[in-house]
């Protein structure tokens, strides 16, 4: 699955910390159900593992910053970052409100 985060920033912490630790934990939290995320970072893709808990030691969380092509900072990508995230929230409720 082509990741957003990645294309857009190349930033190895937003993809960490505002996609993959909160998504893994909120389908863990909502659902139940143990969800392991696997950035792919250099082609910019992420393969989701549903059923299989994120390893202890998950060598994502030691990926090195790709500070020199890092786009982190552009305010219009914080800004796009937001409404992506507030989607993403938004239609994970919905579905959770369907299986009800």
Known sequence: ?????????????????????????????????????????????????FGQLPPADDPALKQPCYHKSCNCNNSDIITEFKNIIQHKFERSEAFLWSLI
Do not use: Y
């Open 1 to 49: 699955m082509w990741c957003r985060f990645l294309e857009a920033t190349n930033c190895v912490g937003m993809c960490t910390n505002l996609c993959k630790l909160p998504s893994q934990k909120f389908i863990n939290n909502s659902l139940g159900m143990p969800t392991n995320m696997i950035p792919n970072f250099e082609d910019k893709s992420c393969e989701i593992i």
